[in-house]
């Protein structure tokens, strides 16, 4: 998760109702004009928030002090416990592009700080073969730049790795991505693994989270009916479990939706992760209208297409959720509070 997590023990989710705005948590989910997909937020250590997304091009969305394309761009917003949501690029956090390992665009970056230091995990192409794999970069700041960009995972037999989400707890930092080294086609996974200092994997520690024989609902209506789970983020509740929240299906459309399941008490999942709420044969979260999935609880605006979701924490240690959702056209990030009700999860 890419959130604002120190390296010690990740805080558990606040158990609150939306009256506690009063109390100073911001309740209101916060929708951005810019067109963003795959949203990622972090606390900059100035007590800031930056969002993070998928590559846009030149022109793309308002600027305010961004231009030309950015291979990563970064919306600035809130402060302390107001988390809020941004509406213009400031920055390109990966200015120099994914590095020479791979080439093109960046896809769905993943940020936490651990220690002083911030790392980014990003999607990107195979220089010379098309393949999707991650990267991994470092920066002192959460507006980066980012640099020292590597190979970070890149599957045999052409296999995808993508959508990291790194997150830390203990003292330590994990990384949940979708890992199609798992599965083979058309199933895919998410796996979870710890990392060294320097943010590169621990491979011995790598454990499955969830695959998509797990679930029912996640055949997407192309490519030959691949059954997508990713966009995988970890976050731990107040009953003392961890969950995993997870997106499947068609990503450009009403269907794409999210996931929550149970993955165990520890910050890596000693067995794969129990889908929650009838999970198996609908998502958690989703658009409620025509073309929707029959999810278990529908989403601030109801909007289609919801997915790419991102749990992290304010300064306060309050859960927060971005996610993007999708026009028919573009897709444009949504910030919000994850509250507790029924013994489980909702947003407002």
């Known amino acids: 998760m890419a959130g604002v997590l120190a390296t010690t023990a990740a805080a ?3 158990a609150v109702n939306p009256a506690s705005a009063a109390d100073g948590v911001s309740t209101t989910a916060a929708e951005s004009t810019f067109p963003l997909a795959d949203p990622d937020t972090v606390q900059a250590k100035d007590g800031t928030y930056v969002t993070y997304g998928t590559t846009v091009g030149e022109g793309v969305g308002a600027r305010c002090g961004a231009t030309g394309k950015l291979f990563v761009p970064v919306l600035s917003h809130g402060s ?4 809020g949501v941004g509406t213009c690029a400031s920055a390109d956090a990966l200015p120099n592009g994914p590095g020479s390992w791979a080439e093109g665009n960046v896809w769905a970056p993943g940020v936490v700080r651990f220690g002083d230091t ?13 393949q999707k794999c991650l ?34 707890a203990g003292g330590a930092m994990y990384v949940a991505y979708r890992d199609d080294a798992i ?3 058309p199933e895919t996974g998410i796996s979870i693994v710890r990392t060294h200092a320097n943010g590169m994997a621990d491979w011995d520690t790598r454990r499955d989270a969830l695959k998509s024989t797990d679930i029912g609902w996640e055949t997407i209506r192309m490519s030959g009916g691949t059954h997508v789970v990713e966009n995988p983020s970890m976050f731990k509740s107040a009953d003392g479990y961890w969950y995993l929240a997870y997106s499947g299906n068609n990503w450009d459309s009403a269907r794409y939706a999210t996931g929550i399941a149970r993955c165990g008490t520890g910050p890596i999942p000693s067995t794969r992760c129990t889908p929650r709420q009838n999970g198996v044969e609908r998502p958690y979260f989703g658009y409620t209208g025509t073309g929707g999935l029959n999810p278990y609880r529908g989403l601030p605006g109801n ?12 300064a306060n240690g309050q859960y927060h959720a971005v996610y993007h959702w999708w026009n028919g056209t573009r897709r444009f990030p949504i910030v919000a509070t994850v509250l507790r009700n029924d013994g489980g999860f909702y947003l407002s």
């Not at 302390?80 to 988390?83: A, D, K, P, Q």
């Not at 911030?118 to 098309?130: D, K, N, Q």
């Not at 909007?303 to 304010?314: E, I, K, L, N």
């Open 135 to 168: 990267g991994r970069a470092v920066s002192g700041s959460a507006r980066g730049p980012f640099a020292n960009p590597v190979e970070w995972a890149c599957p045999g037999n052409g296999r995808w790795a993508i959508d990291a989400n790194p997150y830390v």
């Open 183 to 185: 599965t083979s086609y």
């Open 303 to 314: 909007h289609p297409g919801p997915g790419g979701m991102d749990f992290f924490q304010a």
């Open 12 to 14: 558990a989710l606040v």
């Open 80 to 83: 302390g416990n107001t988390v």
């Open 118 to 130: 911030y790392f980014m995990y990003y999607t990107a192409s195979r220089r010379g073969s098309g």
